[in-house]
């Protein structure tokens, strides 16, 4: 080791307040890289584990295939394993207690399908021939037949046929049982009697929903019982699991004469195969401005740190100097710095984010798996590549962090680092004021100016510290706002968590039931909404939504007189639910109920996938302004003819973010929804009977939902017509409950660095100073002067941040913004919450840290601080 990293070792062991800061920097910096990376890869591999307790684990499956193509599939190169299954049928489950359920389905597995399915066995063994079967536990609990391990039962397996107004045909797998007036519309045909014996029980299966009428049993099969006419779904793993897996399988299946291919999109999703390139577009867009957001943080932090060690070791440096050390030695030791300080931060950094994310999975595991209903609950998986990538990343941040203090400590000169002339360099332009500054705020303020406007490199990397993370906090929130909303687009964003269907209208309404559910404990919120889905209106060409006018460019014949008919949903509330929802968005109940002038709340927001541009769009449904009337008909099904109403419908209101409980947003273009009360819709209608598309719903949101539907069965409503929509929810939750811990996770990470950050540039800024205050002391200045040109100074730095920072944020947030309009549209928004947010917490903790750095100095003599040569 040469004479030159000999002293810079020395240095670093006797400035140990300043070496532990950088230290600190650099570990907080992996930190933080190494538990995002170690987050995301623990919370993909919970989603795989998900999607294959969902799905099975398998990429393409290959249906109706025969033995020879089956053969050809597993000769494939680029087929790791292939199992195969069979769906014999239905059959009717003598003695189910669930009148919803009253079949099982018959499903043959072999002995590789039987674990890549996820199938749970509670008790008993797997079957082992085609006359044996395990059967689904929920038979037993939910179905409440008694069937045992060694019992021989004999099932008439066969299709579900149905027959309803005029239509048949085989119902579907995943289809509901059908009925006609109340009473089951469909049997099972082409029956092939079956006889097996029971030899397990095994948990019902998650592919088992509550909405399909059969329980689950599973018997076995195997390549050589596979006859000639025979017909069996391959499940495939491939070897190489990458995007080309889509044009890949579907062009052997074509080669194969297979006709129907699909994928296992979920899981596919997880291991990052998309299909679609927007999406994909999406994806690698926003990771890459998230690594982006990173690396800026981090080299900010260890940048401040090396660039105010060569502050304080610039006489140092000089003194090397001046005893023949050359720019290549000056500059090498401020790399080899930032070796040491690697070294020893690095592994140390690597641990703490590791550890981190391990303590706060430990912590909230109980959480995930009552959201998830998990029976294991989520690991912490750190694979080589997060390691690597952390190690990567760091290394490169620490080099770009130190190179430009390297070739600035290299160009310190002898005389000027001894005599500490280069950092300040005054001129009367550069440290003048307006005199505005001194009249309006004090001599106090004109000298915290002052002050900064000297030391224009120590104040612009306190600026730089603090615009670099006010931009860090805005991005991560706006994309966290962004995530959000993708996923609202992309989902039913469901608030009820109940819904009856009601077959009569408001004359026949036992308003007695109605009352009594309203009193139910558990019930938060309820509306009743009566839909009429069969009224259309015509609106001119100019009022049409957006994606609609550019359907006119290619369609001109879709205008009919220069107007287009969208379909107009017309929603009725009961009068108390209706007088409840004007009262949360501010519109006058009475202008609602007018049984003059029929009136109506605009619902103006339309979302929808358009399959041309491969994108989920949202935008305004309909351009009408408040006050505008506009002429609705009743188009009538049975004479295929338009009957306009008799009255014109005033639009009185326009919402768009708060809807009545139980409506959603259109799903299509070419329609909107509006809200009206009953008064105001029998005007509306007048003498015309409407009766096509009329339904009457109560939607329910309740603090449990289970035993509001327990309630809603004894009080008589048919269980039937009640939808439990809670189960289903569970998954959006799920969805949204991962996401929300991956950016409020990062968000604290970001939000530690900043801190971090702000307090390492001031603290160490205001120490430097010392000798400055001594003076400002010794020419009089009072300890209640000093703290008010402190909060100036605070005030300074506060608002030229923001004056920089919101600039660069929104910018950055647009950017964000354009990466999802690979895959989705929706217009571009502000967090202004986030930005409140900021602005008060910049000037707060600046105003802290100046408070505490400057209460340090404030102790010192004044003639030790005008001694102080270097800190």
């Not at 030159?4 to 070792?9: A, S, Y």
């Not at 001599?443 to 931009?471: C, D, P």
């Not at 309740?702 to 409503?717: H, R, Y």
């Amino acid at each position: 080791m040469n004479i030159v990293n000999k002293l810079t070792l020395r240095m670093l062991k006797e400035n140990k307040r300043r070496t532990l800061v950088t230290i600190m920097g650099v570990i907080i910096s992996v930190a933080m890289v190494t538990a995002v990376a170690t987050l995301f890869s623990s919370f993909m591999d919970l989603l795989q584990k998900e999607a294959i307790a969902n799905n099975g684990n398998w990429h393409v499956l290959y249906k109706d295939v025969d033995k020879k193509q089956l053969y050809e599939i597993k000769k494939d190169s680029e087929s790791d394993t292939v199992f195969i299954s069979k769906n014999l049928g239905y059959a009717e489950l003598e003695g189910s207690k669930n009148p919803d359920k009253p079949y099982v389905q018959v499903k043959e597995y072999d002995s590789n399908a039987f674990e890549h399915f996820s199938i749970d066995l509670i008790e008993g063994r797997l079957p082992k021939t085609p006359k044996e079967i395990v059967i689904s536990e929920h038979i037993i609990n939910d179905g409440g037949v008694s069937l045992e391990i060694g019992q021989t039962i004999t099932l008439q397996v066969g299709e579900r046929y149905y027959k309803l107004d005029g239509e048949e045909g085989i119902a579907g797998d995943i289809s509901s049982l059908i009925y006609n007036n109340g009473e089951i519309a469909e049997t099972i045909i082409n029956t092939v009697e079956k006889e097996y014996e029971i030899v397990g029980i095994i948990k019902k299966p998650n592919w088992e929903y509550s909405f399909t009428p059969s329980y689950t049993v599973l018997s076995y099969t195997h390549e050589a019982f596979i006859g000639e006419e025979d017909r069996v779904n391959a499940s495939v793993l491939v070897k190489d699991l990458n995007r080309d897996i889509f044009d890949y399988s579907q062009k052997l299946a074509e080669s194969l004469g297979i006709e129907e291919v699909s994928f296992n999109n979920e899981l596919l999703r997880y291991h990052g195969v998309v299909e679609g390139d927007n999406l994909n577009r999406t994806f690698i867009s926003l990771v890459s401005i998230i690594i982006a957001i990173i690396v800026i943080g981090s080299v900010s932090l260890i940048y401040n740190a090396f660039a105010i060690s060569v502050s304080e070791r610039s006489r140092y440096l000089g003194m090397l100097a001046s005893v023949g050390a050359t720019r290549r030695q000056k500059r090498n030791s401020v790399y080899f710095e930032g070796i040491i300080i690697g070294l020893i931060s690095i592994p140390l950094g690597l641990v703490a984010g590791i550890g981190g994310i391990a303590i706060t999975l430990s912590y909230i595991n109980g959480m995930i798996q009552d959201v998830f209903h998990l029976e294991t609950p989520l690991s912490v998986v750190v694979t080589p590549t997060t390691i690597i990538l952390a190690i990567v990343i760091s290394m490169l941040t620490i080099f770009i962090s130190v190179f430009v203090p390297a070739n600035r400590a290299s160009k310190i000169s002898a005389i000027d680092a001894i005599r500490q002339t280069k950092d300040i360099k005054l001129s009367r332009k550069k440290v003048k004021t307006s005199k505005l500054v001194r009249k309006i705020f004090g001599i106090e303020a004109e000298i915290g100016l002052k002050n900064l406007k000297r030391n224009k490199k120590r104040y612009n990397a306190t600026i730089f510290s603090l615009v670099i993370s006010i931009v860090l906090f805005l991005t991560v929130s706006y994309f966290s706002n962004t995530i959000q909303k993708a996923t609202e687009m992309s989902n039913f964003n469901y608030e009820y968590d109940i819904s009856v269907s009601l077959d009569h209208h408001f004359e026949g309404m036992d308003q007695e039931l109605i009352e009594s559910i309203r009193s139910l404990d558990e019930i938060t919120e309820m509306n009743i909404i009566h839909y009429y889905g069969s009224i259309v209106g015509d609106v001119e060409k100019a009022k049409l939504s957006d994606s609609l006018q550019e359907e006119l460019k290619k369609f001109p014949d879709m205008l009919e007189d220069g107007k287009y008919r969208y379909h107009v949903y017309v929603n009725v509330l009961e009068d108390e639910d209706l007088k409840r929802y004007a009262e949360r968005i501010n519109v006058d109940y009475e202008d609602l109920t007018n049984t003059e002038n029929p009136t109506a709340i605009l619902f103006n927001k339309n979302h929808f996938y358009d399959m041309d541009k491969e994108k989920y769009i949202e935008e305004e449904a309909v351009k009408l302004n408040i006050g505008e009337k506009i002429t609705l008909q009743y188009s009538d099904w049975n004479t295929d003819q338009y009957i306009q109403l008799p009255e014109k419908v005033e639009i009185i209101a326009e919402e768009t973010e708060q809807l009545p409980l139980g409506l959603y947003g259109s799903l299509h273009p070419g329609q909107f929804n509006i809200v009206m009360s009953k008064a105001s819709f029998e005007k509306l209608a007048g003498d015309v009977n409407i009766q096509n598309g009329t339904t009457s719903d109560m939607y329910i949101k309740s603090s449990d939902p289970m035993k509001t539907a327990e309630d809603l069965e004894k009080m008589g409503i048919n269980k039937n017509a009640i939808y439990n929509i809670y189960e289903y929810k569970k998954d959006d939750e799920k969805v949204l409950f991962i996401i929300g811990v991956f950016v409020y996770g990062f968000i604290t990470l970001i939000t530690l660095i900043t801190v971090s950050n702000i307090f390492n540039t001031i603290s160490t800024s205001i120490a430097l100073r010392k000798r400055e205050f001594g003076m400002l002391k010794s020419v009089g200045m009072t300890p209640k002067g000093f703290s008010k040109m402190i909060n100036y100074e605070s005030i300074f730095y506060g608002i030229k941040s923001l004056l920089y920072a919101l600039p660069i944020s929104i910018m950055i947030m647009y950017f964000i913004y354009k990466a999802t309009e690979f895959s989705y549209e929706f217009n571009f928004f502000l967090p202004w919450k986030s930005i409140g947010i900021v602005i008060v917490a910049v000037f707060l903790i600046v105003s802290i840290v100046m408070l505490y750095s400057s209460s340090k100095v404030k102790k010192e003599n004044i003639i030790d601080a005008l001694k102080q040569e270097n800190i």
